[in-house]
């Protein structure tokens, strides 16, 4: 069985400051990961994905991700915080194409002006 | 343009009724998910389903119920049976060559 730990429930960090998520999982098999952002009463949009190869993932809005297996971690990133960046953002994993997805909890993400 | 459909976007009912909350996909999806979203507690799995005339129970399916008659259709009950159902519900939706879910804009029930 596949499970998601996110570190924090709510992350504040100053505009132009680096970004840091942390994201956890745990699978029996190789797994595919999945970080989404989320904003108010919307639904939820994918911001990158790792399933095979390199390592290192780039998403949008200059986001990235780097997966760890040795630490079966998967944590996101960004150089330079926006006020726009202010959302909530989710952790998923999944073990194979077609199968459920499971998701963290979520981080709330707060930008300091 | 192609991508997830949920309606309403916001439900009210009162306590003890059934109510049937509609997703509608038109990307050939083959695979669709509905999940429960309340504060501080992230998504749960309420039922998923990977074809046509199956599906199978999430984490938290008492209480839900479901049904697969179309490829583009998976629509949700919340039944008199579930304890709390006021909560964020999100449907999404994957296809045989996407590794990743895409989601609809969300349907938000209150029960009073």
């Known amino acids: 069985a596949q499970s998601v730990t996110q570190l924090g429930s709510h992350v504040s960090v100053s505009e132009g400051a680096l970004v840091l998520l942390r994201c956890n999982y745990s699978s029996s098999v190789p797994p595919y990961l999945f970080w989404y952002v989320q904003y108010p009463n919307q639904g939820l949009q994918l911001l990158l994905k790792y399933t095979t190869g390199a390592t290192l993932v780039k998403g949008i809005n200059g986001f990235e991700a780097e997966f760890k297996k040795s630490e079966t971690s998967f944590h996101l990133t960004k150089p330079s915080a926006h006020m726009s960046d202010a959302a909530e953002y989710f952790c998923a994993v999944s073990a194979l194409r077609d199968d459920k997805i499971i998701f963290g909890k979520g981080t709330r993400l707060h930008i300091l002006p | 343009d192609g991508g997830i459909t949920q309606s309403p976007k916001y439900l009210f009912r009162k306590e003890g009724q059934n109510v049937t909350l509609s997703c509608e996909q038109n990307l050939n999806h083959d695979a669709m998910y509905w999940y429960r979203q309340d504060p501080g507690q992230g998504l749960r799995l309420i039922y998923y389903s990977q074809i046509v005339n199956d599906f199978q129970k999430g984490d938290i399916a008492e209480g839900y119920s479901v049904s697969r008659e179309k490829k583009e259709s998976f629509p949700l009950t919340v039944t008199s049976a579930q304890k709390n159902p006021t909560a964020f519900y999100l449907c999404?939706?994957?296809?045989?060559?996407?590794?990743?879910?895409?989601f609809g804009q969300g349907t938000r029930l209150t029960v009073v």
């Open positions: 999404a939706s994957r296809g045989r060559t996407n590794t990743e879910a895409f």
